[in-house]
């Protein structure tokens, strides 16, 4: 069974860097998009991006001057980059699996997902 | 705001059929599959519908999801109490090169 676990700081001070590790387990890493999903609190989701397993990313364009995203193969392990923070970045940050799909529709869509870890910018 | 329009709230009663409703554009449902989401209370999303009406195992079949041009809705019959939580709609938009999201409907189980 895949799992995914976020880390990183729970508190980063206005105009640093914001920096979140997603270890996952049971799968591979191959086929997959490993995106980064926030939640600012009390509000909607917002898809961040993501990084395919061959390292080619994806950007939110209203973030994408600000993020950097990268992938660690050999830990089971993607990171999430958000620089220039400000209160506004406060929120729930999910990592997630992403499959994909060509048909007669488009798919993608986020079938596992970590619990979620919760940073504040103050 | 979001590029998908979803009712905030919906509501009914044990045993209820319940519907909810999500309305994009031709750059998004209707060219790519929605999925939906349910998030209970403060827990992480979890899929619920994939490719507009593919059930992942374990999500009984009282719940399905249908697709028709830029719409699409997600319905869950024999309503429980266990079904109270905040379903999103998502797809991939090809304007944005990425996903979007709904806004999210609470579903109350009164």
């Known amino acids: 069974q895949v799992q995914l676990q976020e880390s990183g700081p729970g508190l980063v001070k206005p105009s640093e860097t914001l920096s979140l590790t997603c270890t996952f387990s049971g799968g591979s890493i191959s086929g997959y998009y490993w995106t980064w999903i926030r939640q600012i609190p009390g509000k909607g989701l917002e898809w961040i991006g993501f990084?395919?397993?061959?390292?080619?990313?994806n950007y939110n364009p209203s973030l994408k001057s600000r993020v950097t995203m990268s992938l660690d193969p050999s830990k089971k392990q993607f990171s999430l980059r958000l620089s220039s923070v400000t209160a506004a970045d406060t929120a729930v940050y999910y990592c997630a699996r992403g499959y994909s799909s060509s048909g007669l529709d488009y798919l993608y869509y986020m079938d596992v997902w970590g619990k979620g870890t919760t940073v504040t910018v103050s | 705001q979001s590029v998908l329009t979803q009712p905030p709230s919906a509501s009914g009663t044990p045993g209820q059929r319940v519907t909810i409703s999500c309305s994009g554009s031709s750059s998004n449902i209707g060219s790519s599959a929605v999925n939906w989401y349910q998030q209970l209370p403060g827990t992480a999303p979890k899929v619920l519908i994939y490719s507009n009406n593919e059930r992942p195992s374990g999500v009984p079949d009282r719940i399905s999801g249908s697709k028709s041009g830029s719409s699409a809705s997600l319905a869950i019959s024999g309503l429980q109490s266990e079904d109270e939580a905040v379903y999103y709609c998502?797809?991939?938009?090809?304007?944005?090169?990425?996903?979007?999201f709904g806004g999210g409907t609470k579903l109350t189980v009164l």
């Open positions: 990084i395919y397993y061959t390292g080619s990313s």
């Open positions: 998502a797809t991939w938009d090809d304007n944005l090169n990425g996903v979007i």
